[in-house]
């Protein structure tokens, strides 16, 4: 009986250590690691329980809390990075949600489908009536440098079009560059998966391209979905739904950016 209480009840000082770990400075080691995209808290207790998180040089047991302004976290021995502030979501864009942080039609907003705090903003623009990926983050520097049409950044899209299939001709001038009232538009990639479904990849960022290029060629957009930015693709993520960018992914579109300058 004396050793079940004794199991029950720890002793004074791990119960101060517990009351110590559970300061509100910090913020536990999982719910640190999945903000930065590792994966979902249950994966990363599984990365701490593997032993592969240290907290200032020291292997990190679960459950452990740190202060991620002043304790240094390490994953397979790689700095977890990131600011803490700075947060990263994928949001899959329902029709019908504007880009703007405020619409005075009154439509719903990109911003009201993630949390409110931080606020955030989407990175680049997708019309209304388009649907599909797009970024939102409150890392100015990191927006700034993605958005910017120079950026190189590669943004694929599926366009359903009218008038069936595209002609060869069709496909060629899309991929050459077309001319549109603002000037010749970049070279696109362009391949037709099926008759009137077009998967277009492009770099600029002009206003209502793809729908622009495709009406310039006589097959208007019916219907059109952003498929992949950068290297970031999610068939799984549902109209609406958002996630965190993982680091590999905030890095990549990062790298990518800064190579293409
Ligand atoms: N091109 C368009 O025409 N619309 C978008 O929303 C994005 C690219």
Redesign the pocket.
């Known amino acids: 009986m004396a050793e079940r209480r004794r199991r029950l009840e720890p002793p004074l000082w791990e119960q101060l250590a517990e009351a110590s770990r559970a300061l509100p400075q910090g913020e536990r080691l999982q719910k640190v690691l999945a903000a930065r995209g590792f994966g979902s808290r249950r994966v990363c207790e599984e990365i701490i329980a593997a032993g592969r998180v240290q907290v200032n040089g020291e292997v990190a047991v679960l459950g452990r809390r740190v202060d991620v302004s002043a304790d240094k976290v390490t994953v397979d021995g790689e700095p977890i990075g990131l600011r803490d502030d700075l947060v990263y979501y994928l949001v899959n864009k329902p029709i019908g949600v504007v880009t703007t942080a405020s619409d005075p039609q009154g439509r719903p907003t990109i911003v009201e489908l993630v949390p409110s705090e931080p606020r955030v903003f989407p990175v680049g623009?997708?019309?209304v009536d388009?649907e599909g990926l797009i970024v939102l983050t409150n890392d100015g520097d990191f927006a700034q440098l993605i958005a910017h049409p120079s950026g190189g950044i590669d943004?694929e899209?599926l366009a359903h079009v009218e008038n069936g299939r595209v002609s060869p001709a069709g496909l060629r001038r899309l991929r050459d560059g077309v001319e549109l009232e603002d000037g010749l538009t970049a070279p696109a990639r362009v391949s037709q998966p099926e008759a009137g479904v077009l998967r277009l990849t492009i770099h600029e960022g002009r206003n209502?391209?793809?729908?622009?290029m495709c009406e310039a060629i006589g097959h208007p957009?019916t219907r059109?979905v952003?498929t992949r930015v950068g290297s970031v693709a999610d068939r799984e993520l549902a109209p609406g739904a958002w996630r965190h960018l993982s680091l590999d992914e905030v890095r990549a579109l990062g790298k990518r950016t800064r190579m293409a300058h």
Not at 208 to 212: G, H
Request: hydrophobic share 30%; no cysteine.
């Open positions: 623009r997708l019309d388009t943004k899209y209502r391209q793809v729908r622009r957009v059109l952003r």
